[in-house]
């Protein structure tokens, strides 16, 4: 009895050490996971984005642009998770405001940061000149129109 609630009790413990819930992102591993789009190691977590599509198969990207190049034309139901550049952490991206400009440098050239804060945003905006971008789906679909 005794064995079997320790072995319990450590399966628990693993299961919420990894810190990413079935529901939430997946787990990148700096320099050892690669872009689901271009192939590329992500270094730069804060530029790392990710989607689940459904069906449980979540993928990550080193770069917004990315991302985009690679989310599904029939974007119902897709989850996407992006990093806040102010404090790294993963959040949705459709409770985001992002950030764009040509001036941000980012991995594959999206020139596209993420904020869980509009003031955060706000204030990003000012820094690099760039466009203030409030919905995810307006990001995703710079792909169709080009640019």
Not at 42 to 62: L, Q
Not at 125 to 137: E, G, R, T
């Amino acid at each position: 009895m005794d064995f079997r609630h320790g072995a319990l009790g450590l399966a628990m413990l693993l299961a919420t050490s990894c810190g990413v819930t079935a529901d939430g992102p997946p787990e990148i591993v700096v320099d050892r996971t690669a872009c689901s789009h271009c192939g590329m190691l992500i270094s730069e977590p804060i530029y790392a984005a990710a989607y689940d599509a459904g069906g449980g198969e979540k993928r990550v990207f080193d770069d917004l642009a990315c991302l985009r190049n690679a989310a599904p034309a029939e974007r119902l139901g897709l989850r996407v998770w992006v990093h806040d550049a102010a404090s790294g952490a993963w959040i949705d991206g459709a409770q985001a405001v992002f950030v764009s400009s040509p001036d941000i440098r980012t991995p594959m050239g999206g020139g596209i940061l993420a904020y869980r804060h509009p003031q955060d945003a706000e204030g990003a905006a000012a820094k690099h000149k760039a466009q203030v971008i409030p919905l995810l789906s307006t990001v995703l679909e710079k792909q169709e129109s080009g640019s």
